[in-house]
């Protein structure tokens, strides 16, 4: 392996074009008649336009803009979930993506049989899994409730479970879209904490937040997205001023 | 991505790896030759005979009755006669001949004797030719029966055909007496086909060996230069997303009978009471015309369920993990991968009682039963290509899974799963072999009650039906994969 660091994020002239279906046709039915009577018509919308950038591996990078400005489009087109329309994103290493905590649960299944499912989900193995399964259950403060299939539990014990699976098998690079507050007063100290001493374990974090006072403690670099391009990429300070002042100057 | 090294990769060095697959292949090889051996040398046919209409006049010393016929096999063995109860039948034996229809002058081919207490009343009797008739296929013969009186045949019309070891045969003119008289006798023919397919068998294999060898050795090479492979992709996919399938499947296994009191019995009990319900409603109407019954209504039903089970579950794979797919990043073909292959551990449990009813109705496993694996494995992969193909058109098409539920239904009585083949029309037989699942069922039906191996042409349509659907399947899904995350 060379010596030099390789940049662990890669967007290359990242452009993403919707093309919505305007007659909304998913039946084959009404496919068919709208095909037959040429009113078939797309629109395009671009949620983002030739957007550039590149991470550092250990880097913590906040995401800044209004709603609307491409950030969760963004985060799932670095995620793989969407292929951008043109230009390249390439990733070293293993991501995580906590856009939506416990989407891979079932719901019928224990506790313990979710920890394996969105483990793997997620792209862990066994061994892997095994070894970290009383860390997990520990962190999570399920105790007995681990046993129980997960319907039974209180959204708040699912948060807890969801948050103890994705952070404690220590991806690469970790992908957050607003989900730091979770279950109580205490537990959110406590995530808290985790997150601070995965950033500083060298885990690089790609964060969207709308807490002013949450990206400028935890982040070094912000991007703030407008309408689909980059508008500012520099020190975290530095562009959250700029964007707050662009804020209070009523968005224009 | 970052070249993994692979420790089992490294131990397995090129050379040992090339002797490990040959020593595989030949053993695969080997073993597979065994099993078809017989069956794809020589093969039993008989001829359906046609349907019985009227009794012909009494075989009387002065009229005795001839009809001509197409011989149907290389080596006809026996033919076999419908005679009918008549008044005490006379002590003098029948004597039958078998000549040429052509020169009618000439000696007979042969020439035998049957007393008339042999013959079965109201019945189709077995007559063993006292030698086979051989190379004569497609020759026709003319069958003479003379006797002192007291026998008379049923007289036949329309020809009945299956494929089920039958073939069709001609039956031409009859006379009684001397003079033409209309319809036919109701006869059937029996005897041996002689196959060519075992002289291909070993260039085929070694054709296939060295395809596979040179697959490797060009794997090989592209893992070495660096340079992108198909197979070195399925392989980092395999490796990493293996664990996840085989969690998906324990979960859809786990999930199914949660709840349920008798749980994996299911899995038992639904192809039994489903037999069950088909056997009381059926049995009255085919059971005359199929050997063994419930084992044939048993195996069609539990193939039938699982196409039906793995692509109504495949189907729904996209659009039900929508929540999933718009969230976290995976290869999307596991989502229906993985609902085909837990309907299949279900599948497998089922077979259970089929084995179990096999052997309660007296069928003696054979060695072609080791082809089953073989013939579950067409059937998988032509569910993957359905699965594949449904679950794309479902997520921009969401009338599919009405449409599909008719479909299954049409589907199911398109294929002889409660009727025997005889009752499909002569002119639709072509049709119906080109309906995938009556290939997989006539499979797993010749190598379970029948106890033979299918003729390699059922290979080949089932090999074509289940790698063409998976090619089509998995071109559709790969071409619009990317859009799935717009339309969920």
Known sequence: MTQVPQPIIQAEDVSMTFRINTSRTNSLKEWFISKAKGKLKYENFAALGHVSFEVMPGEVVGILGRNGAGKSTLLKVISGIYRPTSGKVVTRGRIAPMLELGSGFDYELSGADNIYLNGAILGFDEKFLKARYDEIVAFAELGEFIAQPIKTYSSGMVMRLAFAVATLVEPEILIVDEILSVGDVAFQKKSHDRMMSMMQGGTTVLMVSHNMQQIRELCQRCIWLDHGTVRMDGPAQEVCDAYISYLEGGGT | ?488
């Open chain 2, 1 to 488: 991505m970052t070249q993994q090294t692979n420790p089992s990769a490294r131990r397995w060095t090129l050379p040992r790896r090339l002797a490990a697959y040959t020593a595989l292949f030949l053993a695969v090889a080997a073993l597979f030759a065994w099993i078809v051996h017989d069956d794809w040398s020589r093969t039993a046919v008989s001829t359906a005979a046609p349907s019985r209409g009227a009794v012909l006049p009494e075989l009387t010393a002065q009229s005795e009755i001839s009809q001509t016929f197409t011989v149907g096999a290389d080596e006809l063995n026996a033919l076999w006669l419908d005679c009918s109860q008549w008044a005490a039948p006379a002590e003098e034996p029948v004597r039958l001949a078998l000549s040429e229809a052509a020169t009618p002058d000439a000696a007979p081919l042969l020439t035998w004797e049957v007393l008339p207490a042999d013959f079965e009343p109201d019945a189709l009797t077995c007559l063993t030719l006292p030698q086979p008739v051989v190379g004569r296929r497609g020759q026709t013969l003319r069958l003479t029966l003379k006797a002192g009186g007291g026998l008379s045949f049923w007289g036949g019309t329309s020809i009945k055909t299956g494929r089920f070891s039958a073939v069709m045969q001609e039956i031409g003119e009859l006379r009684v007496g001397g003079e033409a008289h209309e319809g036919s006798l109701v006869l059937r023919q029996q005897g041996v086909n002689r196959l060519r397919a075992m002289q291909f068998f070993w260039p085929v294999a070694a054709a296939l060996w060295a395809a596979g060898l040179g697959l490797i050795l060009h794997t090989d090479r592209c893992r070495r230069e660096g340079r992108p492979s198909l197979i070195l992709q399925a392989e980092a996919v395999w490796e990493r997303y293996a664990y996840l399938l085989k969690t998906l499947v324990v979960r859809d296994f786990r999930v199914k009978y949660k709840a349920s009191v008798l749980g994996v019995l299911w899995s038992f009990l639904n192809p039994l009471l489903m037999t069950c319900v088909y056997y009381v409603v059926f049995s009255t109407l085919f059971h005359s015309d199929i050997d063994n019954f419930p084992a044939y209504l048993m195996s069609g039903i539990i193939i039938f369920n699982y196409f039906s089970d793995a692509t109504n579950l495949g189907l729904h794979a996209i659009v039900g993990n929508a929540a999933l797919i718009t969230k976290v990043y995976m290869p999307k073909f596991i989502y229906p991968l993985s609902k085909v292959l837990s309907s299949a551990v279900n599948l497998v449990i089922s077979l259970i009682p089929l084995m179990i009813v096999m052997l309660l109705s007296g069928v003696v496993p054979h060695k072609s039963l080791l082809l089953l694996p073989l013939a579950l494995g067409f059937l998988l992969i032509f569910c993957v290509g359905m699965a594949l193909l449904l679950s794309a058109a479902m997520v921009f098409f969401r009338d599919i899974q009405f449409l599909w539920g008719v479909m299954l239904t049409v589907w199911n009585f398109l294929t002889p799963i409660f009727y025997p083949e005889s009752i499909i029309p002569a002119a639709l037989q072509g049709l119906y072999h080109c309906n995938p699942l009556y290939q997989f069922i006539f499979f797993v039906r010749s190598i379970t009650i029948g106890g033979i191996s299918p003729t390699p042409i059922t290979y080949l349509y089932c090999l074509i039906a289940s790698l063409g659907t998976l090619a089509i399947g998995w071109a559709v899904f790969r071409r619009t994969q990317d859009r799935f995350v717009l339309y969920l």
